[in-house]
């Protein structure tokens, strides 16, 4: 049987930090709620969770290198809506911001979740931020969780046979 790793929500610790986006605020603010209400029930308090809001996704990646690279969190949430309009210009933010806090991840050895709705409609997007399709905000905190957990198991099994 091969040996694996499972990160377990139940076992994360460490401080976590949310990026949520201003611009689409009746989006992103049911994201922010699920994201804490889910980190809550998990036994988070409020000072384990630190809030940045930003203008809009544009302005997301920027503060998460910040907030990862300051070496004071354990994982960093990122929170935005980006709604198709009739220009092609949330093709260019998406490819932007996905990208850009993918390399903030590696780069940093940090968990960064992706919890950006990429939505054709805001209809889509209430439905993503705790409609009948969930809360993407809830899902990334407990990805967040799981990642921390995992993480810690694999530093913890590399030292071991070190």
């Not at 036994?43 to 930003?54: C, E, K, L, N, P």
């Not at 903030?104 to 940090?110: A, F, G, H, W």
């Not at 889509?124 to 993407?136: F, L, M, T």
Request: glycine fraction near 8%.
């Amino acid at each position: 049987m091969p040996i694996e790793f499972k990160g377990q929500p139940t076992r994360a610790t460490g401080a976590i930090a949310i990026v949520v986006a201003r611009f689409n605020e009746t989006i992103t603010g049911n994201l922010l709620r699920g994201a804490v209400e889910t980190l809550k029930a998990s036994g988070y308090t409020s000072q384990d969770i630190h809030v940045a809001w930003v203008p809009g996704a544009w302005e997301v990646p920027l503060i998460a290198q910040k907030f990862a690279r300051s070496g004071r969190f354990a994982a960093v949430i990122t929170l935005a809506a980006v709604i198709r309009g009739e220009t092609t210009h949330d093709q260019y933010i998406n490819q932007q911001v996905s990208q850009s806090l993918g390399q903030i991840s590696l780069e940093t050895n940090l968990p960064v979740l992706f919890g950006v709705l990429t939505c054709q409609s805001v209809e889509q997007a209430i439905h993503r931020s705790g409609g009948r399709v969930g809360n993407k905000g809830s899902d990334c905190a407990k990805a967040a969780l799981e990642m921390i957990d995992l993480i810690a198991q694999l530093e913890t099994d590399a030292a071991s046979v070190a």
